[in-house]
Structure formats: C-alpha cells, structure tokens
T-cell receptor, first 113, second 116 residues
Framework: NAGVTQTPKFQVLKTGQSMTLQCAQD?????MYWYRQDPGMGLRLIYY???????DKGEVPNGYNVSRLNKREFSLRLESAAPSQTSVYFC????????????FGPGTRLLVL | AQSVTQLDSQVPVFEEAPVELRCNYS??????LFWYVQYPNQGLQLLLK??????LVESINGFEAEFNKSQTSFHLRKPSVHISDTAEYFC??????????????FGAGTRLAVHP
C-alpha cells in the first residue's frame, strides 16, 4: 500500500495564479483532511471530508476550496494564490471510528511570490 | 476552547542521554492526547496516544508519555535517544467540532536534535 500520496511535491506560484493540490489514499478510509503547516504554528485544519460526498470547513478555510472526488481522492484548490498561502500542505485520512488516528501524506511545499 | 502548548521549540541533546519533551493542554472536556513525529521532509506519523485506561503509554521505539490530568500535561520521554530520533515532535489534543466530529488541535512542535 502506498498510504496517502500527494502531488505535486513542490510548487512555485505567482500571486493570483490558481492551482489544485491532489491527494489520494488507498487504505479505504472514509475521512480525509487538508492541513497547512507554518513555522511555530503547528498544523491547522483547512477543510475536511467526513465521508464521500461531504466536505466541511476547518479552522482556516478562507481562500481555499475542496472536492471529494470519490472515496480515494480529496483535492484542495487555490483559486487566486496569495503570499500568505505560502506553506506546507498536508493531506491526511482516517478510518471510520478512528478519526483521530490520522495518516499523513508527505506534503506539498508551496511558495507564492 | 482546547489548546496545546509545547514548552520548548528546540531541544538539543547528546546521543544516549535521556530526553523529555513537554506538552501542556487546556480543555473543559475529556480529551484524547497524541504525540506525532515528523522526520525531515516527511509527513507526520502517529507515535503514541492516550485514549483511556493506563496513564502511561508507550511506543514501539522506546518513547513513553504520561497523562497527568491534575497538571493537564502529556510529556514525552525517552531514557536514551539515538541519532535517528532527530525529528520534530507534535503534541495534539482532541476537540469537539461541528457535526459531532472530533478534530485534532496541534501544538507548535518541538524540534529534537540528537548530537553524537
């Protein structure tokens, strides 16, 4: 099993550009999450999807949209990137009844100029 | 509201020395507590967790953490560290969220640097 995979690994954007971060898991997990990690701030939840077909806002959703394409895939879209969105983005997933045991992908490092 | 404070941003230590990474939390409800580890250029991995029962929990690689309800702490310890333990460690606490969902709140992280 590959676990949780994310693409791309690195990305540089100019202010105002858009992009989609992809995430997939092969563990048959119901729930998936997007976090951002900033120095000195730990991880903050952007959006989550408790199950296929549902999505909900986390702590810092402004400037982002998500799509739960199917049970495996959960994408994060930046419609108009801003320098404040420079961060490392992690996708995670968890199984039913074990939502707090989250499995993380390797991350996407995003720089917005 | 729940919060997590990791008291040290960086902890340098020599190989084979003991180490303690400190974590305090605040919560008005019962919580579950976690330690995650992040090795360089990797995602987070669950190291250990406290859900209920014995207040001392252990990981497979020699770390242990003790839940202390009166001091609202969940410090992580290892009696003898290895170079390979060099990583960033995150303490996390569960918190109720919308729709009956429980989310994780992470501390800012402690960077453990093990020196030969």
């Amino acid at each position: 099993n590959a676990g949780v995979t994310q693409t791309p690994k690195f990305q540089v954007l100019k202010t105002g550009q858009s992009m989609t971060l992809q995430c997939a898991q092969d563990m048959n997990h119901n729930s998936m999450y997007w976090y951002r990690q900033d120095p000195g701030m730990g991880l903050r939840l952007i959006y989550y999807s408790a199950s296929e077909g549902t999505t909900d806002k986390g702590e810092v959703p402004n400037g982002y949209n998500v799509s739960r394409l199917n049970k495996r895939e959960f994408s994060l879209r930046l419609e108009s990137a801003a320098p404040s969105q420079t961060s490392v983005y992690f996708c995670a997933s968890s199984s039913p009844g074990q939502t707090l045991d989250q499995y993380f992908g390797p991350g996407t490092r995003l720089l917005v100029l | 509201a729940q919060s997590v404070t990791q008291l040290d941003s960086q902890v340098p230590v020599f190989e084979e020395a003991p180490v303690e990474l400190r974590c305090n939390y605040s919560s008005s409800v019962s919580v579950y507590l976690f330690w995650y580890v992040q090795y360089p250029n990797q995602g987070l991995q669950l190291l250990l967790k406290y859900l209920s029962g014995s207040t001392l929990v252990e990981s497979i690689n020699g770390f242990e953490a003790e839940f202390n309800k009166s001091q609202t702490s969940f410090h992580l310890r290892k009696p003898s560290v290895h170079i390979s333990d060099t990583a960033e460690y995150f303490c996390a606490v569960s918190a109720p969220f919308r729709g009956g969902y429980n989310k994780l709140i992470f501390g800012a992280g402690t960077r453990l640097a093990v020196h030969p």
